[in-house]
């Protein structure tokens, strides 16, 4: 089913997971890649190609985050303790708002330093501020922060759902997965 219920996450949902945290781990990595690579061709080529994935993620994190607010989301087992829960639901707010924060602040600092690039080498972007060294200097910094607490969170997310499965042993891993559809009465 596209959408979730109150059991089970939808193929939608799933999906934008999926696709998010792939083009997400991929970017993390490229970002660190690029900025070490001496300026010449093969830098602007990585960082046209980090920056358009980047404002990718942007439009499917706005797709995902409408979608989010429409649906239901499966409650967590009853088992938990109220901060168990309190931790879960605030690292999922903070890993959404990461996702925005990063792709705007990259955006911030292409823009104020004036480089223009096109989409995957096809559409001009436009540049959001205008002209503003101050302004991309502090964008970078933000980008880098936001970076580094993003690998933190994941770190905490994925440790998370590991022990959800292999301690808890629950099934908040499994309701994630593809194509898994586990307790409730729905179809
Ligand atoms: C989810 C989206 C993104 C992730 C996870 C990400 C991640 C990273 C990482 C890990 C770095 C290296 C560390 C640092 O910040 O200095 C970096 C650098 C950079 N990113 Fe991104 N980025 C994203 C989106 C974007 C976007 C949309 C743009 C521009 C349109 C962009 C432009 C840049 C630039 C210009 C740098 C080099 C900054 C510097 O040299 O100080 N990024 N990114
Ligand atoms: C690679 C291993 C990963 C595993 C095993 C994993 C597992 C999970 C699971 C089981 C949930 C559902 C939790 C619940 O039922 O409340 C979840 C939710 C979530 N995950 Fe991941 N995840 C991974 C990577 C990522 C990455 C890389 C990102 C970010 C780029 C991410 C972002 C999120 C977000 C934002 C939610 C909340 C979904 C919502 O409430 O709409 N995950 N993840």
Do not use: C
């Not at 797709?63 to 989301?73: A, D, Q």
């Not at 931790?87 to 707010?93: D, K, S």
């Amino acid at each position: 089913m596209l959408q979730n219920t109150s059991e089970n996450w939808g193929s939608l949902a799933k999906g934008f997971h999926w696709l998010i945290a792939i083009l997400v781990l991929g970017m993390i990595a490229l970002g660190f890649i690029a900025q070490d690579t001496p300026r010449g061709p093969l830098r602007v080529e990585l960082f046209t190609w980090h920056k358009s994935t980047g404002l990718l993620i942007l439009s499917l994190m706005t797709l995902r985050l409408l979608w989010r607010l429409v649906n239901p989301v499966p409650i967590l087992p009853p088992s938990l303790k109220g901060w168990e829960k309190f931790v879960a639901h605030l690292t999922h707010w903070l890993l959404y708002a990461a996702l925005f924060v990063m792709p705007l602040s990259g955006y911030t600092i292409t823009s104020a330093a004036n480089v223009p690039f096109k989409f995957y080498k096809l559409v001009p972007v436009p540049l959001l501020v205008p002209p503003d060294r101050a302004l991309s200097h502090q964008a970078a910094d933000v980008h880098e922060w936001t970076a580094w607490f993003l690998i933190g969170l994941l770190g905490l997310h994925v440790a998370a759902a590991l022990r959800h499965h292999f301690l808890l042993k629950d099934d908040v891993l499994t309701k994630m997965l593809p194509g898994t559809r586990t307790g409730g009465s729905e179809t």
